[in-house]
């Protein structure tokens, strides 16, 4: 059983499109996670999410909103697509937010805007 | 704030090499240590991790220790596989919601 899955592994779409990617985890973790990875692989964590609250939001533009409508799902909902935001998406959760609590991540989504 | 710094890669080494990839950290506190691999097309897999002074993670052969004195979690393998290609992220957590903080990551080539 996958423990985290995103859909869909791949996107590509239209700049100005709007688009949305699906993260669920069946660990019963209390905080799930969004991370970019960019062309160099650098990891920037975008938001969490714990017990339905979203607890950080660093810096990343209004454009991208998360949405969870239960604690085992974090959606992450992208407007007006630009051509910066072309990356891979992580969706990962933790059981705690405890410093020794490791996150679990999915397989990533592949996101490409022409 | 808290940073993490690694060796910039890509590192090439030959099948049975000694692999030797150098982190050092900055943090407020005392922080929770982690090293991560993530293979081609897949996330992140948790490596192995160190939650205080002079622990030693290990895992399918890789051990870490971690320095205070030094502020490092340098990654170890007496002897690397092909298998091992991938790209390796050291990483701190000090709790709280922040999650982890990473470093940018080291690419492994293993030649046969």
């Known amino acids: 059983d996958t423990a985290v899955s995103q859909t869909p592994k791949y996107l590509v779409t239209q700049m100005g499109n709007d688009k949305s990617i699906k993260c669920e985890q069946n660990l019963g973790h209390d905080t799930m996670y969004w991370y970019k990875q960019d062309s160099k692989k650098f990891l920037k964590i975008m938001f969490s999410y714990n017990n339905k609250e979203l607890i950080i939001n660093e810096t990343v533009p209004n454009r991208f909103s998360p949405k969870s409508p239960d604690k085992a799902h974090l959606n992450l909902h992208i407007n007006s697509l630009e051509l910066g935001d072309s990356a891979v998406y992580f969706c990962a959760s933790s059981q705690a937010q405890g410093q020794n609590s490791p996150l679990h991540f999915g397989n990533g989504t592949r996101l490409t805007v022409t | ?112």
């Open chain 2, 1 to 112: 704030g808290d940073s993490v710094t690694q060796m910039e890669g890509p590192v090439t080494l030959s099948e049975e090499a000694f692999l030797t990839i150098n982190c050092t950290y900055t943090a407020t506190g005392y922080p929770s240590l982690f090293w991560y691999v993530q293979y081609p097309g897949e996330g992140l897999q948790l490596l192995l991790k160190a939650t205080k002074a002079d622990d030693k993670g290990s895992n399918k052969g890789f051990e870490a220790t971690y320095r205070k004195e030094t502020t490092s979690f340098h990654l170890e393998k007496g002897s690397v596989q092909v298998s091992d290609s991938a790209v390796y992220f050291c990483a701190l957590s000090e709790g709280g919601a922040d999650g982890l903080t990473f470093g940018k990551g080291t690419h492994l080539i293993i030649q046969p």
